[in-house]
């Protein structure tokens, strides 16, 4: 059976600043990714997302549900008021998520020798 499944994406802010382009991803605090260019920060938006959700499904860490607009802005306008950061040229993506259900797994196998 051949299922259709809807791919996630999450809300990213993409901000100017000193001739680059930070990433930042309300639902995933940790992950700053950057870049010289709008379209390469958000190459690198994706890359580093899939990597990070990786990490976290390798870790057992939850996965958190992507947050609408609204909440990922309000999420993001906290954080960068307790860092003094002006957020108001932010552009927000949406950035598509992996599917990481279906990611290749490595697995180490050891047999008895005779």
Excluded: C
Aim: net charge negative; no cysteine.
């Amino acid at each position: 059976m051949n299922e259709e499944r809807t791919k996630k994406a999450y809300y990213a802010a993409f901000l100017p600043n000193d001739g680059k382009v930070s990433v930042f991803f309300p639902d995933f605090p940790g992950l700053f990714p950057w870049h010289d260019t709008m379209e390469l920060a958000f190459q690198s938006a994706i890359e580093g997302l899939e990597a990070h959700m990786e990490v976290m499904a390798d870790d057992g860490d939850e996965i958190p549900e992507p947050s609408p607009l609204e909440d990922a802005q309000a999420m993001l306008a906290e954080r960068f008021a307790a860092i003094d950061v002006d957020g108001s040229d932010a552009v927000w993506q949406l950035v598509p998520a992996p599917d990481i259900s279906e990611q290749q797994a490595r697995v180490n196998v050891s047999f008895k020798r005779y």
